[in-house]
C-alpha cells in the first residue's frame, strides 16, 4: 500500500510540475477514454504536460481531476470531498486518535481498485497532514508545530 501512495503522489507530482506546459485540442489521445469512463460529464478542462494529460470536469455535480498517460489509459482520480463523505472506519479511526480535531482539506484519490484519502487535522498545539487508506489506516505524513 506504501510503494502505491508513493507512486500515486509522485504521478501528483509530476502532473503539478508540468500542469501549465501547454494544452492541445483534438489530438488527445485520453479523449476517448475520458469519453468512454466519464459519460455526462461538464466543463473539461484539458491540460497535457511532458507525461501526464489531466482532464479536470464536473460529473454529478462534484468537481474531479482524471489523470491519464500520453497513451490515453487512465491512471487515476482525484476529488475533494467532506468528512462526512469519508468512509465510515476513516472516521471511527480519525474520532479515535485525534478526537475533536478539525479535518479539512480532504482529497480522494483513486487508482484502479485502491483509494486513500489525504487530509489535514488540526490540533491545540500542531497541524497534521494525514493519510488514510479506504480500510482506516491511518499514517501521519507530517507535522507542523502551531506557532504559539
Do not use: C, H
Amino acid at each position: 500500500m506504501k510503494k502505491f501512495i508513493v507512486a500515486f503522489a509522485a504521478v501528483v507530482t509530476v502532473i503539478s510540475a508540468s500542469a501549465f506546459t501547454g494544452t492541445k485540442y483534438g489530438t488527445n489521445p485520453a479523449e476517448s477514454t475520458f469519453q468512454n469512463v466519464f459519460k455526462g460529464a461538464l466543463d473539461v478542462k484539458w491540460v497535457e504536460g511532458k507525461d501526464i494529460i489531466t482532464a479536470s470536469f464536473v460529473l454529478g455535480n462534484t468537481r474531479a481531476i482524471a489523470y491519464f498517460n500520453n497513451s490515453g489509459e487512465l491512471l487515476g482520480t482525484a476529488r475533494n470531498i467532506l468528512y462526512n463523505q469519508l468512509p465510515l472506519v476513516v472516521i471511527t479511526e480519525i474520532n479515535k486518535y485525534y478526537g475533536s480535531a478539525s479535518v479539512y482539506d480532504i482529497t480522494e484519490y483513486t487508482a484502479g481498485s485502491e483509494t486513500f484519502y489525504s487530509m489535514r487535522a488540526d490540533l491545540s498545539n500542531k497541524q497534521l497532514k494525514l493519510r488514510a487508506s479506504s480500510t482506516g489506516d491511518i499514517t501521519v505524513e507530517s507535522k507542523i508545530k502551531n506557532k504559539q
